[in-house]
């Protein structure tokens, strides 16, 4: 639950007062044009950005002053995934439960299945930093599952990730809300967020401007339609850039 959360950065106030419930057992899309507050928005609810205003409760546990707690139920992959990159795979899974404080043996067989599931079991023994951009996402959503958290929050969990990964992630993030987890995710693919989301959340210019279930965000049109109308698109003349045409 987000209330009246606020951040500038010098001049610029990148989130300028995000109210947002989201329900238990919710999949939760967040979507906007590049620059609404998304990834602002989200790190501030996971603890990673202090607001300058507002709350954020983690099933009823406040980020900021109970974050041990919060966090315990919060799996988290933030954007741009800063990992330890000079760790392989195994290593980095290995160091994430440790310092979760969870038993070592329960850390070895997770990450084993986790490898093996999101299909990155050859790539355990490989440094992340020669990972490919969406391995990189893969992994840093491993990470971000292994204590079994009650919400996942993700920042584009599906960019760079080729359509047999995405198949595959669509597919864990489903079964991880069928199994009574709650997931937040901000993206751009409104086709998947089309496919999997319950409720949706429009952002722009920090604030937001459409909220509710996928069914009344949408209406009876589709999330692209919404979100061009929302979001005010720029249409081309014709008249641009005529120096690229031969
Ligand atoms: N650390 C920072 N210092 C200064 N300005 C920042 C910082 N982080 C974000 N901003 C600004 O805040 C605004 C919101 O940025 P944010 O990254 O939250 O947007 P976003 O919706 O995640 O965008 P995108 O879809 O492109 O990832 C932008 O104007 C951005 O330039």
Known sequence: MLRGLVKRFDSTVAVAGVDLTVPAGSFYGLLGPNGAGKTTTL????GLLRPDAGDVRVLGHDVWRDPVRAKQLLGVMPDGV???DRLTGAELLAYHGLLR???PTVVDQRAAEL??????GDAGRTLVVDYSAGMKKKIGLACALLHGPRLLVLDEPFEA???VSAALIRDILGRYVAGGGTVVFSSHVMEVVERLCSHVAILAAGAIKQVGTLDEVRGDRTLEQVFVT??????ATGEELAWLSR
Do not use: C, I, N, Q
Not at 43 to 46: G, P, W
Not at 230 to 235: I, P, T
């Open 101 to 103: 404080g969870m038993d």
């Open 230 to 235: 929302v979001v005010g698109g720029r249409s």
């Open 115 to 120: 490898l093996d599931v999101l299909a990155l």
């Open 43 to 46: 790190s501030m609810a996971v």
């Open 161 to 163: 990730v080729d359509p």
């Open 82 to 84: 800063r990992l330890f």
